[in-house]
């Protein structure tokens, strides 16, 4: 093919990606020309004998800036639109690009240019040129420049293994999910399950010519059967299937076993640490943290767990006495709703009626136009990647646009689960041209039927709202530098605040009533509904702060204990971490580790504790808004200036202390839990 810049659309210079045109034979012939480009003008760089913020690091700035725009639509439709071929381009691609990237981090020429740069023009720096710089020298170092010629080729090659291993592990637990389906001929079997799901079970039968129902493992019909099916039977069968997915006693063997791949990352990641001089690699993480040491991280978690280890103990008392009798892991969900049904009459099937996707987007866009004081709408003529998605602008009161996304909402086959936003462009405003970002928003609720539009549960809503707010740090940012725009540069343990901020919105009356419409009667959520509802956020907290500390301490602890020879450990580090912490019984067969694509392929390596670390960021500034309403403008417009717009150009807890005029407190997420004493 010919795989010009005018023929290839990974190589054109247009304001979105041309998703219309992009095909899997584009890909390896558009990164390997836009390395070797790069590369010769890395080369010129290095060769400059007067080094200066405007003839080095913009131009590097650039570089890397056109690098992740030409790459981002690749990574995206190899999460929404998996194929084999792409697959392959893909894989093609990620050894090229690591390599890169590691020989940039450790040129020894930029890395002197850079330290001279920061010496000689200090005083005449901005503080944000000063955070370039200051980030770009930590990352040389935390690259290996120091290293001699061996250790540094070992540290690239080490890099490049685990881009390869982080892109297997996904496709093993992609291909697992996918490969899985359970044929049900019996309708009773079915009973309790959401109607929704049971057509589309019939829809899948009869396209293959089967009687009855045939159910995948998407996250939608899972999390459906496992919360709501009267069989305790069935509900096993869908909790083995996702807790064994891409596992050696998973439904497929050995065929997308991630064991060995699991081992291979952990002992990679374990020998690029100590050819740093760090002693594991969780310690190597969290050199560019908010939380500094491991044993700072650990005392964190353990503070957590003395705070809701009682409460999540008698919650799972009182949660068997609810059932009369002693209760199997995929039952807890099941007893858990039908309990919260009793005490706060309320359901999440049964809010489905209220919450349209259509509606919950009106009134969500809603909330960000009162805090931020921008609009948000949608925009047709736009390439998208498949029917389910759709292009927003989010523009100023006068109609300039700021920022856009795209929005992929809908469970789909050789769609990734779970739910994420990621940069297509970054912000960059250098040379006198501005590039505004843009994001891809993704999640993964029901589809709509042929009769009636997406419903969704409030658990959809809060992880729509949380991932929009991850959007809004990327789309409201203020810094011209890509490296420090958007959530680029922010520590990783602070960069969920936005998330879990927004996540608050989703519990306010005022927000319910705005985003709720019965699908017959057009009427809000009741009042009273919307009490109970609101009620149920504190409901099970301690079980489920335990949960979430389970995978987060089980995550610093694999990759702090690494031992070179035993290996990872993986399970018996994870059976100690419950005998601490868990309280719900879990099978000896459950093997969720090797679907946990958080710390194996998602980049929260020693990072998951981030979710509840920024939990008190996001509770605590929230509780600012308490204190002078939800929808205040002054303390709206001190969030966005300390914190959104900030990206990384500050450091983390500086500019929390900026918005809140104190360090955080966890004391606020604590009353949110209900578990404060």
């Not at 023929?7 to 990164?31: G, K, M, S, Y």
């Not at 059932?323 to 049964?350: C, H, I, M, P």
């Not at 308490?626 to 150009?649: C, Q, V, W």
Request: hydrophobic share 40%.
């Amino acid at each position: 093919m010919n795989d010009s810049t005018s023929d290839n659309p990974l190589l054109q210079h247009t304001p979105l990606p041309r998703f219309d045109l992009i095909a899997p034979e584009h890909v390896q012939p558009a990164i390997s020309r836009l390395i070797a480009d790069q590369r010769a003008a890395v080369a010129r760089i290095e060769a400059i004998a007067t080094p200066t913020f405007k003839n080095v690091v913009e131009p590097l700035e650039e570089l890397q800036h056109a690098l992740g725009r030409a790459w981002s639509p690749v990574g995206h439709l190899n999460a929404v639109m998996n194929s084999e071929s792409l697959r392959a381009a893909y894989n093609a691609c990620l050894p090229l690009l690591s390599e890169f990237h590691t020989d940039l981090a450790q040129s020894e020429q930029l890395y002197r240019a850079y330290a001279l740069i920061a010496q000689q023009e200090h005083a005449t720096l901005d503080p944000v040129q000063r955070q370039v710089i200051e980030h770009a020298l930590r990352d040389f170092r935390l690259a290996g420049v120091g290293l001699d010629a061996g250790r540094k080729a070992r540290f690239k090659t080490i890099m490049m293994e685990l881009s390869r291993l982080s892109a297997k592990f996904e496709e093993n637990v992609l291909d697992a999910t996918n490969a899985w389906s359970y044929h049900v001929t019996d309708r009773a079997q079915l009973a309790g399950i959401n109607l929704s799901i049971v057509e589309q079970a019939q829809r899948r039968a009869q396209e293959k010519a089967l009687d009855g129902y045939l159910f995948g493992l998407d996250q939608p019909t899972y999390v459906a059967v496992v919360t709501d099916a009267q069989s305790q039977s069935l509900r096993r069968v869908f909790y083995e299937a996702w807790t064994t997915r891409a596992s050696g006693l998973g439904a497929n063997g050995a065929t997308y076993d991630n064991t060995t791949v699991m081992e291979d990352i952990l002992r990679l990641r374990h020998e690029a640490a100590q050819l740093l001089d760090f002693k594991s690699y969780a310690e190597y993480a969290l050199a560019n943290r908010m939380a500094r040491t491991v044993p700072e991280v650990t005392g964190f978690l353990n503070d957590l767990i003395r705070s809701a280890r009682k409460a999540g103990a008698d919650e799972f008392a009182e949660l068997e006495q609810f059932a009369g009798r002693k209760l199997n892991a995929w039952d807890v969900t099941f007893f858990s709703e039908r309990l919260q049904q009793q005490r706060y009459s309320v359901s999440q099937e049964e809010l489905r009626e209220y919450l349209s996707l259509p509606r919950v987007l009106e009134g969500l866009f809603e909330v960000a136009e009162r805090l931020f004081d921008v609009r948000i709408r949608e925009r047709s003529g736009v390439a998208l990647w498949h029917p389910d998605a759709r292009y927003f602008e989010v523009q100023t009161p006068g109609g300039v646009a700021v920022a856009s996304f795209y929005l992929d909402a809908y469970a789909r086959p050789h769609k990734r689960s779970g739910a994420w936003m990621d940069d297509c462009i970054g912000r960059k405003a250098l040379g006198g041209n501005t590039t505004l970002p843009v994001a891809y928003l993704v999640c993964n609720s029901l589809p709509p039927a042929p009769d009636r539009p997406a419903q969704l549960t409030h658990d959809d809503v809060v992880t729509l709202f949380h991932e929009f707010g991850h959007g809004l740090h990327h789309m409201l940012t203020r810094v011209s530098y890509p490296s420090l725009a958007g959530i680029n540069g922010v520590a990783w343990d602070a960069v969920e605040l936005p998330s879990q901020f927004m996540e608050n919105y989703a519990w306010q009356s005022e927000v319910l009533n705005r985003i709720s419409a019965h699908t017959r009667t057009g009427e809000p959520i009741p009042a009273d509904k919307q009490r109970q509802l609101i009620a149920t956020r504190s409901f099970q907290a301690g079980l489920q702060t335990l949960r979430q500390v389970e995978f987060a301490l089980f995550d610093m602890r694999v990759h702090s204990e690494y031992d070179p020879v035993q290996g990872g450990r993986i399970y018996s580090l994870l059976s100690e971490v419950r005998a601490q912490v868990a309280v719900v019984p879990i099978p000896d067969w459950n093997r969720y580790p090797h679907s946990f694509g958080h710390i194996f392929s998602g980049g929260y390596a020693a990072g998951y504790y981030s979710y509840k670390w920024a939990e008190v960021l996001a509770a605590d500034a929230f509780a600012a808004f308490s204190e002078r309403g939800a929808f205040d403008r002054t303390t709206a417009r001190r969030f966005l200036e300390s914190i959104l717009s900030r990206g990384g150009s500050r450091d983390a807890l500086e500019a929390f202390v900026e918005f809140r005029g104190r360090k955080p407190e966890v004391a606020a997420l604590l009353k949110q839990y209900g578990i404060a004493a």
